[in-house]
């Protein structure tokens, strides 16, 4: 939203059910921009989905919300289903009334574009190919099968319905505003407060990266250039072992942020891995930058130091969400149950 308010002259209706992860504070000033309306809803309501579209009457639809930390799926996937299927779902068929009913010009403007994951196809061994647009589906935690399901959706009501939808498949985010349960910002605060870096496993797992900026820009010209029924796989091919990524934030913080009783590094901390773990992702993008004459411009470690000195400038609101909504506390592990 930010980078469309300040880089666009697009106006935008922004829908959200404001779960725990949301925070009314990352809108900064596009908050108060009149090229700017919220609207507070479930898109797993069909009648506040129908009212939105007939109210606004958009030329294009930039479906982002759902369900997204893999840990929290573990825990319960009922809720990714609920938002990533049948809110995908109820969201399409809203799309679809509403783009029948238009003229044939307006037809042909309308876009639907649904934003997903790498993860949507499996785990890549170390000398694998990265994914591209045409590796099959193979989802492998109940966050990534929700996601995989709703890309078939948005596919199907292309291919029966005629509704003009196209899908982007991401690496992992990361930068400013970003919810602490996600690795890098929960490893930042973590370690500004002295507190152990916990790493699953050997750390070993691989990663490819985005800075939250660079994907921002992709996905405006994949909603003013996407054409119906592609693919666009968006990357920055800047792969990372999760130890790598933990050992380059303390570096990083030792400069910005230094601490009297030592390294950062020293609070790293290797703890059960998480069940079902997969071991690598990583995106060629050749296809994207061709077709949306776009590329990352931020390095790893460019994005790595502006987020970092983002979470020790912005504390007040971290500590907010540390002290109200998420402590840090270890997610996804759930029991398992032997049948016999």
Known sequence: MRHVIRHTTHEIINVDCMTYAASSEALEDSATNRRYRSERHDITDPAAMAR??????????????AESHVDRSIDGPDTFVRTNVMGTSVLLDAARHY?????????????????????VFGALGAQDAPFTETTPYDPRSPYSASKAASDHMVRAWHHTYGLPTFVTNTTNNYGIWH???KLIPLMIINAVEGKPLPVYGAGQNIRDWLFVEDHAEALVLAVEQGR?????????RQERTNMEVVQALC??????HPDPTGPHARLIHH??????????????????????G?????SFEQGLRKTIQWYLDNAAWWRGLRAQRYAGQRLGRAPIMEVT
Request: avoid cysteine; aromatic fraction near 12%; proline fraction near 6%.
């Open 52 to 65: 939105l579209f007939a109210h606004y009457q958009p030329d294009a639809v930039m479906h982002l919300a």
């Open 99 to 119: 783009w029948q009913a238009l003229d044939r010009a307006a037809q042909a403007r309308f876009r639907f574009h649904h934003i997903s994951t790498d993860e």
């Open 179 to 181: 919810f602490p349960e």
């Open 228 to 236: 119906p029924g592609e693919t666009y796989a968006i990357g920055a």
């Open 251 to 256: 570096a990083i913080l030792d400069e910005l």
């Open 271 to 292: 703890v059960q891995d998480r069940p079902g773990h997969d071991f690598r992702y990583a995106i060629d993008p050749s296809h994207a930058e061709n077709m949306l």
């Open 294 to 298: 776009w590329r990352a411009r931020h």
